[in-house]
Nanobody, 115 residues
Framework: QVQLVESGGGLVQAGGSLQLSCTAS????????MAWHRQAPGKQRELVAS???????SYVDAVKGRFTISKDNAKRVLYLQMTNLDADDTGVYYC?????????WGQGTQVTVSS
C-alpha cells in the first residue's frame, strides 16, 4: 500500500508563505502524475497544481504566479511552495499520486490564512 504523508501546513497571515511537503513510501519516479488538491470549508475538493513525467507542471488560474509545485525524486518528496497567500487559500491540502489507474491520497494538512 502506497502511503503519502503531508506536512508543513499551519496558520499564516495574508501575504505570507508556506511550503508543503508530501513524503511518499515508495519512489516518486513510479508516479507518472502527482498533484496537490485542496478543500475549503463548505466547498468541493479542487485540483491546485500537478506535475507529471518530465516535470511538466500545471496550475489552477487562482494560484498561477504564487504557487510552485516541484518534486525531489531522490528524497521521495513532493512540494508545494505557496507565496502571497490570501484567505481564499485556506483549506485542507491533500497530496495525490497516480500509478497507472491506481490513485493514492494523503490524509491532508490544514492551511489557514488570517486576514
Amino acid at each position: 500500500q502506497v502511503q503519502l504523508v503531508e506536512s508543513g501546513g499551519g496558520l499564516v497571515q495574508a501575504g505570507g508563505s508556506l511550503q508543503l511537503s508530501c513524503t511518499a513510501s515508495i519512489s516518486t519516479l513510479l508516479m507518472q502524475h502527482m498533484a496537490w488538491h485542496r478543500q475549503a470549508p463548505g466547498k468541493q475538493r479542487e485540483l491546485v497544481a500537478s506535475i507529471r513525467t518530465g516535470h511538466i507542471t500545471s496550475y489552477v488560474d487562482a494560484v498561477k504566479g504564487r504557487f510552485t509545485i516541484s518534486k525531489d525524486n531522490a528524497k521521495r518528496v513532493l512540494y508545494l511552495q505557496m507565496t502571497n497567500l490570501d484567505a481564499d487559500d485556506t483549506g485542507v491540502y491533500y497530496c495525490n499520486g497516480r500509478i497507472g489507474t491506481n490513485e493514492f491520497w494523503g490524509q491532508g494538512t490544514q492551511v489557514t490564512v488570517s486576514s
